[in-house]
């Protein structure tokens, strides 16, 4: 499907390039459109939110219907309190043709570049050179919203590559047929893994192990019929040790002491380790049900691999039929823009939303920092910044 483009002209000539089609492009280009400001979105999949198309089939979001949507369109209240993941890009098309955004889709990018002067034009005011599968474009502003979760991550376990037995990424996985009747472990205790372990208990897997190496912070999706996600709002505006402190005491009562399990009472508060570790809690959708009724089992962390076998913290071994390892995702900006010295250590962005690096004047990042409030409303919010600081007719606000 192809959105034809809106005709409205750039604003006083600047050309503006949003790479990524996903919640977060799609949110920034949304927003500048509400202000009458043209924009070309380049998506290197064939249709918006190429993400979330591969994940697995029961994903529902976490975060409630109302606190999800993108900027000036509502999610139909018909798609539930917890939105499934194929009405989530059913809502991502409707966005974009409702807003008759102007998307490029098949065009990868590959590199930014800052524009040399002296190449360009007389009157030409480009800033930036985006290096695509389809040639270079030139642009005065670029936001880069590539995605939170864009390349799978696998640890360095020694052995792995002369490991005999199956294994892929939890980004492959799709539904639990292929192991009905099977032994599995998933390694990782973040929402991806224990979402995966219920569908592969429901689903009729003979064995379930979930290997897990720090406790998580563990969360009802909501407690006293009101969302973890608005308490997650309340929590930023609180000190926080005092929101660290109200998560640990939450998970107590709502959650229990779940040692007899496996898993050890976390070390540090909810908070702290999403804004610390960028690691957000594990939301409960039925992961303590299937774990209280003995329907999978927690063992230690994996270490290696030895031929068929998988070696575990303190010298376990384990032979199963296949390993779903539920490790994680890096943003990948690195080979975008990480010559620009404009990313942490960790690979994140120095700044977010509205306010661009004194580094690189005319570029903006949006979904690249979760939130107790959530991804999805975080990027609403810094895209809505990032329109604000574009049009320039009062100082852009971020949080």
Do not use: C
């Amino acid at each position: 499907m192809r959105w034809p483009s809106s005709g409205l002209p750039d604003r006083g000539g600047v050309k503006i390039l949003v790479i990524g089609g996903g919640p977060g492009g799609l949110a920034v280009a949304g927003a500048l459109k509400r202000k009458g400001i043209a924009s070309t979105v380049l998506e290197q999949g064939s249709g918006v939110g190429t993400s979330w198309r591969g994940h697995y089939e029961r994903l529902h979001l976490h975060t409630v219907r109302g606190l999800s949507a993108l900027p000036g369109r509502a999610i139909p209240a018909a798609m539930g309190r917890w939105v499934a993941r194929d009405d989530l890009v059913r809502y991502l098309e409707d966005y974009a043709g409702r807003f008759e955004l102007e998307i490029r889709f098949d065009t990868e990018v590959s590199r930014l570049d800052p524009a040399d002067p002296a190449q360009l034009p007389a009157g030409n005011d480009s800033r930036w050179i985006v290096r695509t599968s389809k040639g270079d474009r030139e642009a005065a502003t670029v936001v880069l919203a590539t995605g939170y979760n864009r390349v799978p991550l696998l640890p360095g376990w020694p052995g792995l590559k002369e490991y005999g037995g199956e294994l892929l990424h939890s980004a492959r996985y799709r539904n639990a047929e292929p192991y009905r009747g099977r032994s599995v472990l998933v390694v990782g205790s973040g929402n991806s893994g224990a979402e995966i372990a219920v569908d592969l208990v429901e689903g009729g897997a003979r064995e379930v192990l979930v290997s897990i190496r720090t406790p998580p912070n563990i969360q009802r999706r909501e407690f006293l019929g009101i969302p973890t996600q608005v308490i997650g709002i309340l929590g930023e505006k609180l000190p926080l040790a005092l929101a660290d402190g109200i998560s640990l005491a939450l998970q107590k009562v709502a959650v229990g002491n779940l040692s007899s399990y496996g898993i050890d009472p976390p070390r540090r508060g909810a908070l702290s380790r999403i804004y610390d570790d960028a690691r957000i809690p594990l939301i409960d959708a039925g992961f303590l049900k299937v774990l209280r009724a003995g329907q999978l089992a927690v063992v230690p962390a994996v270490e290696a691999f030895s031929g068929d076998e998988v070696i575990l913290a303190g010298g376990g071994r384990l032979r199963v039929d296949a390993v779903i390892a539920a490790t994680g995702y890096s943003r990948g900006l690195e080979p975008l823009v990480g010559h620009l010295g404009l990313l942490t250590a960790r690979g994140l962005p120095e700044v977010n939303g509205g306010r661009p690096s004194p580094k690189a004047p005319g570029l903006y990042f949006n979904g690249y920092r979760n939130s107790p409030g959530g991804l999805l409303r975080q990027l609403r919010r810094d895209a809505e910044a990032i329109a604000v600081a574009v049009e320039g007719h009062r100082p852009s606000r971020t949080r």
